[in-house]
């Protein structure tokens, strides 16, 4: 008997361990979903942008290729900005859509994807619906190879919703790709040369290398070249441990505060991360008088758009190794340089005001609280733009692959993640707390990932410093000198009420006493518990 596109497509799927699909069903999708194998995982969400930020968490964590299932031209859209930071994330996710029927494209009937390669660009690295329903498989298979394949990143495939039940062509054939670039040996032989006679190297490195379990080999970089680390701008996943001697903390994201922090070096080599991520704009040079910068990055494009330096085209980590052996050792020439106070967030802390009798916590006192209470191998999860160096300043990241967040700065991707972290935490036995810190604003962005927590009995836990405003957006109202500007404050959430509605334990909590015996009692509990905390309002500084 000849088997169908859907049990092709399936089997191609299990052969190569793509098993976990993210979703929110839509009529085009049911086809495809129908008799759904029982050695595959569904996790439902209640929304698309939800369905592609929890797949991202979870495969970020789980290091594999994740499935996500959307619903046409309308779910897709929904889940578009989830899928911008999954491609600036460099996650290897496989998103799929139903389109109508074949016999009816023609005419674009409602809810058809009427040009559904071009709807999720720039933001894929590959989108596609197949001509033909025997091409499904072999596009599958194609799909995966370029989700996985440096640089990483999601890719999209629209299948029709009649095509899963036509007879395949034949056993879908299985390929191999190769994961990781090696850097070409004379350009790194030049790159190690400049290292070696540097008087005052800085290393920068980026996310890439977390990505790639390359913490020990950024530790023995360093402390070959004895030279200070700073984590480049923005940086989603900590590429070195904060508690090292050589760790200085991260840069500003911005021209001029980035030049002057080099300033002093003749050399710096940036590692892992774009040239350079900046948002706020302010006027200066983008490297100071004097100083030659170096670029090492697995991706064309990042390499190709860098303003200034000289590029090396190559894998983070295996750079990193063959770099280590071929510099000598040098002794330190320079004075340690003193590291932030707020790590790695790229800018400092801000000043708190506290009126007479204002009882709120401020946001150092409510995150001191949370890392102390918290257990130490703790993952943190942050999307609290308003209070980030105060919470970086409290938490600092010691051990690898404990800290996420978004490469985009695209709000309502990390509530979303953090389930799919804490699910993967569970289905890898590693069994870590998983604690997100997500700000009053941001939540409600994809608030509908609780009830996915729930259902899964996830022991996350989601605190909520609560200040009742928009205070990032105030700090660029300053910085534009932009008064007057309307709805930078959100009065009137019940976010514990929300909370509970989702299925989840939703609790105010007042005192640091009150944010102690709740997370005692979170930690060990069969759901998800969202602790809300009044904080003193605060404007944070951009620079």
Not at 146 to 168: R, Y
Request: with cysteine.
């Amino acid at each position: 008997m000849t088997s169908t596109v859907r049990e092709v497509t399936f089997d191609l799927l299990r052969t190569l361990g793509v098993t976990t699909m993210f979703g929110n069903p839509g009529s085009t999708e049911e086809t495809f979903l129908k008799d759904y194998p029982a050695d595959f995982t569904y996790v439902q969400t209640l929304a698309e942008a939800a369905a592609v930020g929890a797949a991202d968490g979870y495969s970020q964590a789980m290091r594999t290729p994740v499935l996500v299932n959307v619903h046409t031209s309308a779910g897709l859209s929904n889940g578009m900005s989830n899928i911008l930071t999954a491609y600036m994330n460099r996650t290897p996710l496989i998103v799929t859509a139903g389109n109508q029927t074949r016999e009816m494209l023609l005419m674009e009937p409602w809810l058809t994807n009427i040009d559904p390669a071009v709807l999720p660009r720039p933001w894929v690295k590959w989108s596609y619906e197949p001509v033909r329903a025997g091409d499904v498989p072999a596009a599958f298979m194609r799909a995966i190879a370029i989700a996985t394949q440096p640089p990483q990143g999601p890719v999209f495939l629209s299948v029709p919703l009649d095509d899963w039940d036509q007879p395949a062509d034949g056993p879908a054939a299985v390929r191999s790709v190769a994961t990781r670039i090696a850097p070409d040996p004379t350009r790194l032989a030049e790159f190690a040369a400049a290292l070696a006679a540097a008087h005052n190297p800085a290393l920068i490195y980026g996310a890439a290398i977390a990505r790639e379990e390359g913490w020990d080999q950024a530790i023995a970089l360093a402390e070959r070249l004895n030279a200070p680390v700073w984590a480049a701008p923005a940086s989603e996943r900590p590429p070195f441990p904060e508690n090292h001697p050589l760790y200085v903390g991260g840069l500003p994201f911005a021209i001029g505060p980035l030049s002057e922090k080099l300033a002093g070096h003749d050399l710096a080599i940036v590692i892992g991360a774009p040239v350079f991520r900046y948002y706020p704009w302010v006027a200066g040079s983008y490297v100071p008088d004097g100083l030659r910068l170096l670029h090492v990055s697995d991706d064309p494009g990042e390499t190709a758009k860098a303003p200034v330096g000289d590029s090396l085209l190559g894998d983070a980590v295996l750079t990193i190794e063959r770099l280590t052996e071929l510099i000598p050792a040098r002794p330190s020439t320079t004075a340690r340089i003193a590291p932030q106070p707020h790590r790695m967030a790229p800018q400092p802390q801000a000043e708190p005001t506290q009126e007479p009798g204002d009882s709120r916590l401020t946001a150092s006192q409510l995150f001191r609280t949370l890392r102390d209470a918290a257990p130490a191998d703790t993952v943190l999860v942050e999307e609290s733009p308003s209070n980030l160096a105060e919470l970086h300043a409290a938490w600092p990241v010691e051990l690898p692959d404990s800290f996420y967040t978004f490469a985009s700065g695209s709000l309502g991707w990390n509530l979303p993640a953090s389930v799919g972290i804490a699910l993967a935490e569970r289905d890898s036995g590693r069994k870590r707390p998983v604690l997100a810190v997500i700000g009053d604003g941001s939540l409600q962005y994809s608030i509908q990932a609780l009830w996915t927590a729930a259902q899964h009995g996830l022991p996350l836990v989601v605190v909520v410093p609560r200040n009742s405003e928009y205070a990032i957006l105030k700090s660029f109202a300053e910085l534009e000198e932009t008064p007057g500007v309307p709805g930078l404050d959100i009065p009137g959430l019940d976010i514990a009420a929300l909370a509970t509605g989702y299925g989840c334990h939703g609790v105010d909590a007042e005192t640091e006493d009150d944010v102690r015996a709740e997370l005692a009692a979170a930690f060990d509990a069969d759901k998800p518990t969202v602790i809300v905390v009044p904080v003193t309002p605060t404007i944070p500084p951009l620079i």
